[in-house]
């Protein structure tokens, strides 16, 4: 089953040495972890990080139609890895104005 980190942590296997996650990491146990949830299945392009974009299974154009609706940018012809950096970029370029009285 594939698993998010959602806190910085440690997982030992039951051999080997510990293995470190950062918050986002996508990781594959039998049972997700403490400090570890289920990969969804529907994504939330708003809230999702990119290692976990990465890791969905989501329709292509459903990401496209996302960029364009909320921040006005045609996504065009890119594939897959290239829309999803086009999303963080966006995400990462984006201004939230507040109305100052």
């Given at each position: 089953?594939?698993?998010?980190?959602?806190?910085?942590?440690?997982?030992?296997?039951?051999?080997?040495?510990?293995?470190?996650?950062?918050?986002?990491d996508?990781?594959?146990?039998?049972?997700?972890?403490?400090?570890?949830?289920?990969?969804?299945?529907?994504?939330d392009f708003?809230?999702?990080?990119?290692?976990?974009?990465?890791?969905?299974?989501?329709?292509?154009?459903?990401?496209k139609?996302?960029?364009?609706?909320?921040?006005?940018?045609?996504?065009?012809?890119?594939?897959?890895?290239k829309?999803?950096?086009?999303?963080?970029?966006?995400?990462?370029?984006?201004?939230?104005?507040?109305?100052?009285?």
């Open positions: 089953m594939d698993c998010v980190c959602v806190a910085k942590c440690q997982v030992k296997p039951e051999e080997g040495r510990p293995v470190r996650y950062d918050v986002g996508v990781a594959d146990f039998d049972k997700c972890p403490t400090h570890f949830r289920p990969l969804n299945t529907t994504v708003a809230e999702v990080g990119e290692k976990e974009l990465i890791a969905s299974t989501f329709e292509l154009e459903d990401l139609s996302f960029i364009l609706d909320t921040y006005n940018i045609k996504a065009g012809n890119r594939g897959r890895d829309a999803i950096e086009l999303l963080i970029d966006c995400r990462e370029r984006a201004v939230k104005l507040t109305k100052v009285m």
